[in-house]
């Protein structure tokens, strides 16, 4: 049973564009989602994270949307550039949970053609 | 920030073969984690460890042992490596609650 789905598998769009990675869950007691950046031949990174009490986190060019109410979120990355070719992995954690434990989606391969 | 180093970075064994991967932090992170990483899977948790000594089931344990030694080392061991254990192997620390700082990664080819 996948807890947390990514979509699409694989995107691709032209320098400038906006891309959007979509990210769903089932697991109602989730309430922290980070979003991971790997590039080929390095280990993810944290790009940037949300807590279920807010429906929108921006740093830069990167904006997270939540809704709740659906158990979705995405990732907009504006003004792409080449350099944001990378895998990006949804993650979520449930309240309560002190371990740290992270559920991770199977990731979004993302291509920024210039 | 955090450093998390592992080795061997690359790994060729055969079936039965007996394997153990390393990782190191040192910045003192209370948890540490193993995860393997394949195509079309993302990272799936193999152990993870609230401190020395302590040890917990993630969620593919199957086939793998691990030992926390320190504040800083957690071993992952393959004591009869199989063909299905090809993947690449990631560590990664986090203070408690936070933030999971990933190493760079150990390739393991068993054939």
């Known amino acids: 049973q996948q807890q947390v789905r990514q979509s699409p598998q694989s995107l691709t769009v032209w320098e400038g564009e906006t891309a959007i990675l979509n990210c769903s869950y089932e697991?109602?007691?989730?309430?922290?989602f980070p979003w991971y950046q790997q590039f080929p031949g390095e280990g993810p990174a944290l790009l940037i994270s949300i807590r279920s009490v807010s429906d929108k986190k921006e740093d830069g060019r990167f904006t997270i949307f939540f809704n709740k109410r659906e158990k979705k979120l995405s990732l907009h990355i504006t003004d792409s550039q080449p350099g944001d070719s990378a895998t990006y992995f949804c993650a979520a954690r449930p309240t309560g949970a002190n371990t740290g434990k992270l559920t991770f989606g199977h990731g979004t391969i993302l291509r920024v053609h210039p | 920030e955090a450093a998390v180093t592992q080795s061997p970075r690359n790994k060729v064994t055969v079936t039965g073969g007996n394997v153990t991967l390393s990782c190191r932090q040192t910045n003192s992170h209370n948890y540490m984690y193993w995860y393997r990483q394949d195509t079309g899977h993302g990272l799936r948790l193999i152990h993870y460890s609230y401190g020395a000594g302590n040890l917990q089931i993630g969620d593919v344990p199957d086939g793998y042992k691990a030992t926390r030694t320190t504040q800083e080392d957690f071993f992952l061991l393959l004591e009869l490596a199989s063909p299905s254990q090809t993947s690449l192997y990631f560590c990664?620390?986090?203070?408690?609650?936070?933030?999971?700082?990933f190493g760079p990664g150990t390739r393991l080819t068993v054939l």
């Open positions: 697991d109602s007691t989730f309430n922290y």
């Open positions: 990664a620390s986090s203070p408690r609650r936070a933030e999971q700082f």
